[in-house]
């Protein structure tokens, strides 16, 4: 039996139609984006079943990836022992000696688990009782039921927290809400036509120390190893600023190093010291990241890198200073102070600006500057201080095949000065390391919304002025934007 000959005119239409909407070109393309971001978030997943190094002695939860507490991981690691002793105690107390009567109820244990690592919040009702509120995913078809069979007004009862902590800006256990922060580096790159450049004969060189030294792949035996093959990997220019985290006790930060985990203290007996096995665990450590840095600085400054350091220039951030490295002869380090780039801001992205500051005061105007960083906040922060810096200023971002040299200049231009300005309060506020981002609005949609709201541009240049204090004009004005 063969098919009747379809008209030519109905062959489109009929082919759009009789395909199943999983198989159309725009639901292809979101299953594609789907499985690679889960293949992406699995690669990131910490593998039980292959934890090297330091971190064999601790325990995490598969769930959140956070490490357990002290008393979390006592509770967990002696509760077969807790349950073997209660089951010894109720046989001999309730069957043998019969002291105690056999129905009468059991102590509960209330051994620590990861559950009790979660955050919770109690809130005082009228009747001056405690009552404990959790966040539960299916609260709202809870409500709709008890709508039912009661008079409950759902209009008034939205004017209400349903949980702990605004789900709009926090997760249900009370952690920020992180954001895609690249995708805000791609809508700025997606102003110009094409603002990849080549990189200007005439120039130097702005490095995130620490990025520079995570993404050491090939690592060697000792650390006075890793040391000579991290001043091998840097550019080839005269002057290098080597710029590097400056780690305090009590810091903003220490929520999100907390969430990328934790690692023991690991002692550096001095460059011979072996390194550990797995190095990026030992990087979890601030204490380990600070002694690196410091036996890097003494490394450097010996005697053996002075004909590499002949005729340039390397200026290294160790905590709030910066020491200049050269030699004249190539035979001896000269190492001193720079009390102009003394700093106490504690991470190297703010830092960064500074060096940038410094060098087109003290560099010639046919001299380039290239920030090499694979942080997105560093990109805003230039865009923000481009207008004081008249040299080219480039941003080199990116590994591989992506890795690229952005022109500042060319998109500041392109977004216009109050714009580029606006834009680090602007990060701020939609997600940051350090703030929450607001649920399901990422970096695009918020920054196509002020580009449409130019009168939103003083509310940002404001909480840039006075980030310790904000008018009633400015809150209402970000009431509105939200």
Known sequence: MTMPAIPQTNRTALHFNDVHKSNRPSALKRSEDDVASVVSA?????????????????????????????????????????????????????????????????????????????????????????????????????????????????????????????????????????????????????TVADCENTAPVDRMYIIDGNAHIQSMTHLPATFEELAHAVFCTLPKASVVHFVTDTYWDNSIKQLERSQRGS???????????????????????????????????????????????????????????????????????????????????????????????????????????????????????????????????FFDTGTGNNRRLIDVHRIGNSIGTEMAKALSAFHAFTGSDCTSAFVRRGKRGPLKLLQKNPQFLTTFHQIGTYPDRLADDVLEDLQRFV
């Open 42 to 190: 699995v690669k990131h997943f910490l593998n039980p079943f292959r934890i090297e190094g330091i971190n064999q002695q601790q325990l995490f939860c598969l769930s959140s990836g956070q490490p357990a507490t002290t008393a979390v991981a006592a509770d967990l690691l002696r509760y077969v022992d807790v349950g073997k002793d209660a089951a010894e105690l109720f046989v001999n107390t309730r069957l043998i000696s019969k002291t105690v009567q056999f129905h009468q109820p059991i102590k509960k244990q209330n051994l620590l688990t990861f559950k009790t690592m979660a955050t919770n919040c109690k809130l005082t009702t009228t009747q001056q009782k405690s009552v404990q509120v959790r966040a539960e995913r299916n609260l709202f078809g809870r409500l709709l039921l008890l709508c039912q069979s009661n008079d409950i007004s759902l209009e008034k009862l939205f004017t209400y927290q349903l949980g702990p902590i605004p789900w709009s800006m926090a997760t249900g256990d009370g952690s920020l809400v992180k954001t895609d922060k690249a995708q805000l580096m791609h809508c700025l790159e997606e």
């Open 263 to 393: 690692a023991s203290a690991y002692m550096i007996g001095g460059g011979k010291t072996k390194l550990p096995r797995d190095f990026k665990s030992f990087l979890l450590n601030d204490e380990n990241k600070q002694r690196l840095i410091k036996l890097m600085l003494n490394e450097w400054q010996s005697e053996k890198y002075a004909a590499r350091l002949r005729g340039h220039q390397v200026l290294y951030v160790c905590e709030d200073e910066c020491v200049q490295l050269q030699s004249e002869d190539g035979i001896t380090v000269t190492a001193c102070s720079v009390p102009a780039l003394y700093s106490n801001q504690e991470k190297a992205d703010t830092r960064i600006i500074l060096h940038c500051l410094h060098a087109a005061a003290t560099m010639p105007t046919d001299t380039g500057i290239i920030v090499r960083s694979p942080d997105t906040d560093v990109l805003v922060l230039l865009l923000a201080y481009s207008c004081e810096v008249r040299h080219q200023l």
